[in-house]
């Protein structure tokens, strides 16, 4: 006890100086002796020719709370002895550029050490590997002549007059060369306005052609029977039971443009009075609902075997659908440039599932990671121009011309499972949906509630209170569930 605290009667870690009158305290602080920990991958890509200053990775470190800590904030560096001289690395916000033009054939692997700093002098290092991916650099050649089909007067419109075909072989990318896809180029006073391509397969062989060249309205139940069966036959339960329920909603469609002013008009052409697959059951045994669901060490797998593809519009939307909780592709791919806001930090989607007349407005949050992917998307996105109908930009596309197909990103999965199968990582076979199923089940388990994951992946809410009277957007929760969600994927990272 000072002798000011005698005077008083106090204890000496509340002794008022004679100079200061303030309080002097004699609790000593522990020293944060923790480092910072890292949080971002250790294996990232880019592809060649993405540009010199492009910024390849993100670090991220956190300073854990507890033993004094934290000691925010965090600063980054680059180590010595590796590749720095040809990165740069923000102190502040740990983006690491690239200085040149990454190319495949120069440099195809690069290495760098990052270094974490807390205020208290603490830090951490992380070497990351940076594999350049390849690309095809050899134009196709086309292979199909320059001559098409001649064809007789006024046979009718949408006649096949010629099939394009091309072979296209970069001996060191043979697999984007295998991808071809085809388009129409005008010319100063050519007819390319005059005829449509199918960009993807060109032309596709109908099982059915004499079905096909039918009226809708001269076919009949056992037609549409016979067409099925031999689906169901070659082992395409699923798909068969996926067109008999198109076939039947457009025909109920047709019905309703005879007494529904809101239908339709253009279907009362058809002459169609009466629903041939309305009487054809179901082929519900082939909906059964799946029920693969990853284990924790699968999709870890899964996600470091993403992460390490070159850069593409499909990766992109194959991360989106992780980060982001598990969103239907389907919706994901529809998205637009406009329905993206960097600044507040949200991207809308449109849920038109069930028995919507208008649909669901679905407002994620993003994430850092989601930020990360959607701000490229972006970039490429602005440098295309709107659709012939003013739409805004589409964000999966690779041209700005035509949308990312859920076949491609469902190829995209299927690649990556046919190499962990061969690597003996997955237990069993991976489909594109299970990936919301395994996100939702994960989710469950770290503690997000039921009614949180239902708005956060758009589902089970329909009924009068959803529909009429609950307004409130779920933000709050959905961005903390994220959160939790994006913190998990990162621990997956981790070696």
């Known amino acids: 006890m000072t002798a000011v605290g005698a005077a008083l009667g106090v204890p000496f870690w509340t002794a008022v100086p004679v100079t200061g009158l ?21 294996a990232i ?3 060649e020719n993405a540009g010199a200053g492009k910024a390849v990775y993100l670090a991220i470190a956190e300073d854990a709370g507890g033993n004094g800590g934290p000691s925010n904030p965090v600063n980054y560096a680059l180590a010595s002895g590796f590749d720095e001289a040809l990165f740069s690395i923000d102190s502040v916000s740990g983006v690491v550029t690239i ?23 603490n830090r951490a290092e992380q070497l990351v590997t940076l594999n350049v991916s390849n690309l095809d650099e050899v134009a196709p050649t086309i292979t199909s002549g320059g001559s098409a089909t001649a064809i007789a007067e006024n046979n009718g419109a949408g006649q096949v007059v010629y099939t394009a075909a091309a072979t296209d072989s970069d001996f060191n990318a043979p697999a984007t060369a295998s991808n071809i896809t085809y388009s129409l ?11 449509t391509i199918d960009a993807v397969t060109v032309h596709v062989i109908r099982a059915e052609p004499e079905l096909v060249a039918s009226k809708a309205s001269e076919l009949d139940v056992d037609e549409f ?58 082929l519900s045994k082939y909906n059964r609902p799946r029920e693969r669901v990853l284990s924790v060490e699968e999709l870890s797998r899964f996600l470091k075997r993403l992460l390490a593809l070159p850069d593409s519009v499909k990766r992109d939307a194959l991360l989106l ?28 989607l449109y849920d038109p599932k069930g028995a919507r007349t208008q649909p669901r407005i679905h407002v994620l949050p993003l994430t850092q990671s989601a930020q990360a992917v959607l701000a490229r998307l972006a970039e490429r996105a602005s440098s295309f121009q709107a659709d012939e109908k003013g739409r805004s930009q589409a964000l999966f596309s690779s041209t700005g011309k035509q949308l990312l197909r859920i076949e491609t990103v469902s190829a995209q999965v299927t690649e990556i499972v046919r190499a962990m199968l061969e690597a003996g990582e997955l237990r069993e076979r991976l489909e594109l949906r299970d990936l919301r199923r395994s996100a939702e089940t994960m989710l469950a388990s770290l503690g997000v509630s039921k009614d949180t994951r239902a708005q956060l992946q758009s589902h089970g809410l329909g ?22 969600w994006e913190r998990h994927l990162n621990d997956l990272l981790e070696p």
């Open 45 to 47: 890509s880019v592809v």
């Open 321 to 348: 659908v992780l980060y982001l909780g598990g969103q239907r592709p389907a919706q994901l791919l529809r998205a637009r440039l406009v329905d993206l806001d960097l600044t507040a930090r949200t991207l809308t």
């Open 463 to 484: 009924g009068v209170q959803s529909r009429h009277y609950d307004r409130y957007n779920y933000l709050s929760e959905k961005q903390s569930a994220l959160e939790i």
């Open 99 to 121: 200085q040149g033009n990454p190319d495949f054939e120069g440099k195809s692997l690069y290495q760098f050490k990052v270094i974490a700093t807390d205020s208290a002098g």
């Open 185 to 195: 180029k005008a010319a100063n006073n050519d007819d390319a306005q005059a005829f």
């Open 225 to 282: 029977v016979g067409l099925l069966s031999k689906l169901v036959q070659s082992g395409k339960g699923r798909t068969s039971e996926k067109l008999r329920s198109y076939l039947r909603a457009a025909y109920g469609l047709a019905l309703q443009s005879k007494t529904n002013p809101d239908a339709p008009q253009a279907l009362r052409s058809f002459g169609v009075w009466v629903n041939p697959i309305a009487s054809i059951s179901a």
């Open 22 to 42: 303030a309080v002097a305290s004699g609790v000593t602080k522990d020293k944060d002796e923790a480092a910072p920990v890292f949080k971002s991958p250790t």
